[in-house]
């Protein structure tokens, strides 16, 4: 796989990511909301649940290509 292929896959693998966590973001948001605290505002829920699937999804994605069998 030639490096503008992998980093096109990561690209995309990334933007599938964020456009389906989008789609169900207010519903994750708002059922954090209800269980947490007050003083946590959505916005700042919101910005957690991103970046904790984006550094998952990522983290796999890098890890899994680089293990790869050649």
Known sequence: ??????VF???LVGFGIGFAG????PGIAEWFTISMPKFVNQA???ALIAGMIGSAV???TVVTWANRAS
């Open 1 to 6: 796989m030639s490096r503008g292929f992998a």
């Open 58 to 60: 990522s983290t796999f």
């Open 44 to 46: 700042v829920i919101g």
């Open 22 to 25: 989008y789609l169900s973001l």
């Open 9 to 11: 896959v990561f690209w």
